[in-house]
């Protein structure tokens, strides 16, 4: 029990979509006429600067509010605008937010809210949506120690750490019926001379 079931029930299986705010949209990124984002899994939000990508997950947190669901919202840049919020209809006085800028207290956190909402009778089977704005602001316990000179190891322990934590929290995202939309940002790679410069810090997930 718990470990093995039959095809019928199985543990991956995504229960509950939280809209996107836009009809066309939720079918097109869950090739399902009533879908949006995928409650139980993570997915990764990244293009270029000032295209939309926090009011698209500001219309995520107002839609799973009006499924009487749970908005948690990681402001890492500290640069949310709580007239657009509104504007999109995000009831602030239930949105809970975060400052926190370190992928372990980040994680941490997450983990604990989480684990509070699986053991609650009353928010278990409620929506959640999370977002992290952004992963490029990110830093972790050992970049912020460090000083401003360049440091490889520190810089390649960003992703490993970012890849231990999503490995760590998806377990829990599927027990609280959680979505998490981890909104990235684009960079020019210098010096590429053939081909598309374009690049994602941590890497294309």
Same mark, same amino acid.
């Given at each position: ?12 299986? @995504? ?56 908005? @948690? ?16 209809? @995000?009831? %602030? ?16 956190? %997450? ?54 934590? %999503? ?15 981890? @909104? ?22």
């Amino acid at each position: 029990p718990g470990s093995a079931a039959s095809g019928e029930e199985m543990f991956a299986e @995504i229960r509950t979509w939280v809209s996107t705010g836009s009809m066309i949209f939720d079918t097109i990124i869950s090739n399902r006429d009533k879908g949006g984002w995928p409650a139980g899994r993570t997915v990764e939000l990244y293009g270029e600067e000032s295209i939309g990508k926090s009011t698209l997950v500001y219309a995520g947190m107002a839609g799973v509010q009006k499924q009487g669901g749970i908005a @948690i919202y990681y402001d890492v840049e500290q640069a949310a605008s709580k007239e657009m919020m509104k504007a999109c209809g @995000i009831n %602030l006085s239930q949105l809970i937010s975060s400052n926190l800028t370190e992928i372990e207290d980040i994680f941490k956190t %997450l983990e604990g809210t989480l684990t509070t909402i699986i053991s609650s009778k009353e928010l278990r089977d409620k929506p959640v949506f999370i977002c992290m704005d952004s992963y490029a602001q990110m830093s972790t316990d050992a970049e912020t120690q460090a000083g401003y000179e360049f440091n490889m190891n520190v810089s390649t322990k960003k992703a490993i750490q970012m890849g231990k934590a %999503l490995r760590k929290i998806t377990p829990f995202l599927n027990k609280a019926n959680a979505c998490l939309v981890v @909104i990235n940002q684009t960079r020019e790679n210098v010096g590429v001379t053939f081909g598309d410069p374009t690049i994602t810090p941590g890497g294309k997930a």
